[in-house]
T-cell receptor, first 111, second 111 residues
Framework: SQKIEQNSEALNIQEGKTATLTCNYT??????LQWYRQDPGRGPVFLLL?????KEKRKERLKVTFDTTLKQSLFHITASQPADSATYLCARINAGNMLTFGGGTRLMVKP | NAGVTQTPKFQVLKTGQSMTLQCAQD?????MSWYRQDPGMGLRLIHYSVGAGITDQGEVPNGYNVSRSTTEDFPLRLLSAAPSQTSVYFC??????????FGSGTRLTVV
């Protein structure tokens, strides 16, 4: 079956460091992947999209990479801040143009 | 712009009761969808619509009905509530771009 997976364990890092979150996919080749941020009690918020022919995409302190050989996308937050603490979700578009999400990774940035 | 508006924010139902979760968007988006989010299960697609008058089933459609009579509204109906439908429900919409806009969610408890 087609799967999209994220590390379910929380990631704890110190303020100012770079956070790196991983999204792995199996049994298919997505044309693109999306990353969302979700805060407790809120809906997900779209952050970035990366296409399969793009190695890297940046937006302010955020950077996403897409490695089709490893079947993996990495999501980086540089100079992390406590306000970056949230759950980060990766998602792919399925056949109906709707999203299939990974389970999300919770990021905790400590001051 | 209000974005995606979901009502109610909280609801408690008794087993066997029916209700409608409302979702409205004011962005003229063609794509709309309903997800449920459960601990350890992530976000799962219930039903979706690619335009007014067109709906289709997602990953977990049993026990739910939808209709799309207008571009703006996409209500989700629970026919006969069961404790297994206790969850947080999110409505999302997408226009010409790729990122989805989510509502703030409805937290439903079925007792």
């Amino acid at each position: 079956s087609q799967k999209i997976e994220q590390n379910s364990e929380a990631l704890n890092i110190q303020e100012g460091k770079t956070a790196t979150l991983t999204c792995n996919y199996t049994n298919y080749s997505p044309a693109y992947l999306q990353w969302y941020r979700q805060d407790p009690g809120r809906g997900p918020v779209f952050l970035l999209l990366i296409r399969e022919n793009e190695k890297e995409k940046r937006k302010e302190r955020l950077k996403v990479t897409f490695d089709t050989t490893l079947k993996q996308s990495l999501f980086h937050i540089t100079a992390s801040q406590p306000a970056d603490s949230a759950t980060y979700l990766c998602a792919r578009i399925n056949a109906g143009n709707m999203l299939t999400f990974g389970g999300g990774t919770r990021l905790m940035v400590k001051p | 712009n209000a974005g995606v508006t979901q009502t109610p924010k909280f609801q408690v139902l008794k087993t066997g009761q029916s209700m409608t979760l409302q979702c409205a968007q004011d962005m003229n988006h063609e794509y709309m969808s309903w997800y449920r989010q459960d601990p350890g299960m992530g976000l799962r697609l219930i039903h979706y619509s690619v335009g007014a008058g067109i709906t289709d089933q997602g990953e977990v459609p049993n026990g739910y009905n939808v209709s799309r009579s207008t571009t703006e509204d996409f209500p989700l109906r629970l026919l006969s509530a069961a404790p297994s439908q206790t969850s947080v429900y999110f409505c999302a919409s997408r226009g010409a771009g790729y990122g989805y806009t989510f509502g703030s969610g409805t937290r439903l408890t079925v007792v």
